[in-house]
């Protein structure tokens, strides 16, 4: 992966473009709009996601061992803004990465690791409601210890996949037009496309088929449950008729005979 930069004496480097591997990148007018984009994408995550862990410090019925799940994720997301999203964010306006090597590897391990934990917690989100909901033999849902113990394997196991790029199996790099970095996804070796394999398979694939397993199975079980509802509700109406039909049928036999004896005496 190749950074350089070209600019026109004339233009004051108003003009210069960024070439990555080789290809030309976005025009100024270009990388603007891509800071401005980052800009507004991260002051919202920051403040949305600090709302949410502030309320969720401050009010003490929010925490629930479901809601800490969620606070883990807001917790990645809102690490992003802080260390990832101003880097980008700079490096569009000036339209070139500015940190050189060790900052790329440092924003490309922060971001692939806090994306990576966000999912990992949300597959675990998933299957935590589900054997909360259709196992019998799940433990009481206001336990807390599940809920930690999916919070720390969604961060141990995102640090488990981050870190080899650092100790050499593939590693961090410039992409797309040289204002961002991540894992090296051109690199055509053995030891770069054997990482890139995993990590789509552990780290997206697993984590996206454990979710849809989870809800598929949660909504075949609500659907389930609404159908019996309905058959029950049918059966219950049925019966109130079946049972009111009869006494309504013997009110005017009933009424008949009462006044029966009434009518013959008054005849006779």
Do not use: K
């Not at 049928?249 to 013959?264: E, L, M, Q, W």
């Amino acid at each position: 992966m190749i950074v350089s930069v070209v600019s026109d004496g004339d233009d004051g480097g108003g003009g210069g473009v960024v070439v990555v591997g080789g290809s030309p990148s976005l025009t100024r007018t270009g990388h603007v709009v891509v800071a401005v984009c980052l800009g507004v994408i991260g002051a919202l995550g920051f403040l949305n996601n600090l709302a949410a862990l502030t309320l969720f410090c401050r009010y003490r019925a929010l925490r629930s061992p479901v809601n800490c799940m969620l606070a883990s994720i807001s917790v990645s997301d809102l690490l992003v803004s802080v260390l990832g999203a101003p880097l980008s964010f700079a490096a569009s306006t000036q339209g070139r990465w500015l940190l050189g090597r060790a900052g790329c590897v440092w924003y490309g391990f922060v971001n692939a690791c806090l994306g990576i934990v966000s999912l990992i917690t949300l597959s675990v989100l998933s299957y935590e409601r589900y054997c909360t909901i259709l196992s019998t033999t799940m433990a009481d849902s206001r336990s807390y210890t599940p809920a930690l113990l999916g919070i720390c394997f969604s961060w141990l196991y995102s640090v488990a996949w981050t870190v080899p790029p650092l100790l050499g199996w593939s590693s961090y790099g410039p992409e797309g037009h040289g204002t961002s970095c991540s894992v090296d996804w051109r690199t055509q070796t053995a030891n770069n496309v054997s990482y890139i394999l995993c990590l789509f398979l552990f780290c997206l694939a697993l984590p996206f088929c454990v979710i849809l397993y989870s809800y598929s199975r949660l909504l075949l079980a609500v659907r389930q449950i609404m159908g019996l509802t309905t058959v029950e509700l049918l059966a219950s109406s049925e019966g109130t008729t079946l049972a009111s039909g009869p006494t309504a049928s013997r009110g005017p036999n009933v009424a008949s005979s009462a006044t029966t004896p009434y009518g013959s005496q008054h005849s006779r």
